[in-house]
């Protein structure tokens, strides 16, 4: 083959090819405009109605999950060092403008032995400690005790007693420019508790309270205390009678441990505190609850106002 006809065909065999690219691409675009137009028609929907579409989501880069930061960092509890507050309790007692407080302080490094300041007009005037572990404060009042027109202060605080329910209550006066606290009764443990004891009456269920502190007993019907059955229990009616008790034995006592709960109150117009006990039958069965209302004469003796029996 001569070198002209070499090159004639070289040269029409890359027209064909160019020719052959070109219409290919033709094709594809004609394609791709055709698929266009079909994704724009089913956009559109029927003639007259916008059909709303999701914008097209943009490529996500996926990470292994960190564990997220908080936003605040917690605060951290204070540290409890000796003379820490526990807790505080601030009113203004006497409306003077000025706050007074009652504070749990932590007597140790722990907060586990703590103690009662109690400020009054910005001035600490008693501090009160007895081997007890004071939780929480509830009655922090100014009010009249004793008739003499001069307020004393009324002070409670729940402890940690081991699941005993025992509250200790503060009673004080101010004298010679001195606060001291004013007496209360104590019971067999050294805490504050009214010395009651409950016998039978005349009648089979006839409970008595009675104490040297009050001049008339207080009765009540303990026969919805006991259940009528052969179970065996201890709050049975059977196993109540299978002890034979007489007029004048003693059926009951104050539970453990002292007083559970005081309050303010009055009674026959009087300023009183309210001092809640529990009382339990010969086996320990609950027999409910007194209320005493007791409060001070002027020379500073404790007087019991009223007793009342509760459910």
């Not at 791709?32 to 914008?55: N, P, V, Y």
């Given at each position: 083959m001569n070198k002209d006809l070499k090159d004639k065909l070289i040269l029409t065999t890359k027209k064909c090819f160019i020719k052959l690219i070109s219409s290919l691409l033709l094709a594809n675009s004609v394609l791709?405009?055709?698929?266009?137009?079909?994704?724009?028609?089913?956009?559109?929907?029927?003639?007259?109605?916008?059909?709303?579409?999701?914008?097209?989501?943009a490529d996500i880069t996926i990470t292994p999950m960190a564990t997220a930061s908080p936003s605040v960092t917690p605060a951290l509890a204070p540290e409890i060092k000796t003379g820490s507050v526990l807790e505080e309790l601030v009113r203004d007692l006497d409306g003077n403008g000025t706050d007074d407080s009652l504070q749990i302080v932590s007597l140790d490094d722990e907060g586990i032995m703590n103690c009662l300041h109690v400020y009054l007009n910005g001035e600490k005037i008693y501090e009160h400690s007895d081997d007890l572990r004071f939780m929480g404060l509830f009655a922090f009042e100014y009010l009249d005790l004793d008739e003499d027109n001069v307020n004393e202060l009324f002070i409670t605080a729940n402890t940690n007693t081991n699941s005993r329910p025992y509250t200790e209550l503060l009673c004080l006066k101010e004298e010679g420019g001195v606060w001291k606290r004013m007496t209360l009764p104590e019971n067999e443990h050294g805490l504050n508790g009214f010395p009651f004891i409950i016998t039978r009456g005349n009648d089979e269920f006839d409970f008595v309270i009675s104490s040297d502190y009050i001049s008339e007993p207080v009765h009540f019907d303990a026969s919805a205390y006991f259940r009528d059955d052969d179970s065996g229990n201890i709050d049975t009616i059977q196993a109540y009678r299978a002890n034979n008790y007489k007029e004048g034995d003693e059926v009951g006592f104050i539970s453990a441990w002292g007083i559970h709960e005081a309050r303010a109150g009055s009674y026959n117009g009087r300023n009183c505190i309210i001092a809640n006990h529990g009382i339990e039958?010969?086996?320990?069965?609950?027999?409910?609850?007194?209320?005493?209302?007791?409060?001070?004469?002027?020379?500073?003796?404790?007087?019991?106002?009223?007793?009342?029996?509760?459910d």
């Open positions: 791709l405009l055709s698929s266009c137009a079909k994704k724009s028609d089913s956009d559109m929907g029927s003639a007259g109605k916008t059909i709303e579409t999701t914008k097209p989501q039958g010969p086996y320990g069965h609950s027999l409910g609850k007194i209320d005493i209302y007791f409060a001070y004469n002027p020379q500073g003796e404790l007087e019991i106002l009223h007793v009342e029996h509760q």
